[in-house]
C-alpha cells in the first residue's frame, strides 16, 4: 500500500523562521504531490501542487520541491498566520493518501 | 468562483446509514473533475473515502470495506455519500471536495460533524 510519511510531527518555530516539513513517498510518484494547510474547525487549504506549483492567491514564502519519494514544503519568514497543521497528498491513478500531519506550533 | 456547500444530518444510530449532500456551485460537473469525499475523525488525520466523475465513475477507499457507495446529479450539481453500518468509529467530520486536473483538491465543502451514537 502506498504510504507518504511526513517529518517532523511536531515543529516549533520562531515568527521571521524559515522552516521545512519533509514528505516521504511508499512508492515513486513523479511529481504528483500536493501540500494543505488546516487551521481548526476549517477545512484544508490547497497549498502547493504538482510538487512545486503555488495555488493561486497562495503567499510566494510558500514553496514545495522534490520528485520521485522525497518532497519538501518550505516556508521562507513565518507569519502569525501559517501556525497551523500542514498536510501532503498523493494520487496514484486509483487511491488518494494523506500524510499524517505536521502540526507548526509557535515557539 | 466554485463553491461547495454540504448538507445532511449531524446524528446517526450505530447500525444506521449516513447519507450526505454536496451542492455545487459556481460550475458544472464536467469531466475534468473528480467530486471527492473525505473525512477527518476528532483529533485525527484525513482520510480518504472515495471520489466520483461526471461519467459515474468511482474509486473507493478499501479500508471502508464496500459500506460506502458515491452517486452524483449532473443536472442538480450535487453528489452524495452514503455510508452504511455506521458504528462510533465512523464519527467524523465530512469533508466534500473537488480534484481537479493537476491531482489536487483546490476547493473544498465547509465540513459536517456526523457523530454516530444511540
Known amino acids: 500500500d502506498m504510504q507518504l510519511t511526513q517529518s517532523p510531527s511536531i515543529l516549533s518555530a520562531f515568527v521571521g523562521d524559515r522552516v521545512t516539513i519533509a514528505c516521504r513517498a511508499s512508492?515513486?510518484?513523479?511529481?504528483?504531490l500536493a501540500w494543505y494547510q488546516q487551521k481548526p474547525g476549517k477545512a484544508p487549504k490547497l497549498l502547493i501542487y504538482?510538487?512545486?506549483h503555488l495555488q493561486s492567491g497562495v503567499p510566494s514564502r510558500f514553496s514545495g520541491s522534490g520528485f520521485g519519494t522525497e518532497f519538501t514544503l518550505t516556508i521562507a519568514g513565518l507569519q502569525p498566520d501559517d501556525f497551523a497543521t500542514y498536510y501532503c497528498?498523493?494520487?496514484?491513478?486509483?487511491?488518494?493518501?494523506f500524510g499524517q500531519g505536521t502540526k507548526l506550533e509557535i515557539k | 468562483q466554485v463553491q461547495l456547500q454540504q448538507s445532511g444530518p449531524g446524528l446517526v444510530k450505530p447500525s444506521g446509514t449516513l447519507s450526505l449532500t454536496c451542492l455545487v456551485s459556481?460550475?458544472?460537473?464536467?469531466?475534468?473533475?473528480?467530486w471527492i469525499w473525505i473525512r477527518q475523525s476528532p483529533g485525527k488525520g484525513l482520510e480518504w473515502i472515495a471520489e466520483?466523475?461526471?461519467?459515474?465513475?468511482?474509486y473507493y477507499n478499501p479500508s471502508l470495506k464496500s459500506r460506502a457507495s458515491l452517486s452524483l446529479q449532473k443536472s442538480k450539481k450535487q453528489f452524495y455519500l452514503t455510508l452504511s453500518s455506521v458504528t462510533a468509529a465512523d464519527t467524523a467530520v465530512y469533508f466534500c471536495?473537488?480534484?481537479?486536473?493537476?491531482?489536487?483538491?483546490?476547493?473544498w465543502g465547509q465540513g459536517i460533524l456526523v457523530t454516530v451514537s444511540s
Open positions: 497528498q498523493q494520487w496514484n491513478g486509483y487511491l488518494t493518501t
Open positions: 459556481g460550475a458544472s460537473i464536467t469531466s475534468s473533475d473528480w
Open positions: 512508492q515513486r510518484i513523479d511529481d504528483w
Open positions: 471536495a473537488r480534484r481537479f486536473q493537476w491531482l489536487a483538491f483546490d476547493v
Open positions: 466520483i466523475n461526471d461519467s459515474g465513475s468511482t
Open positions: 504538482k510538487a512545486s
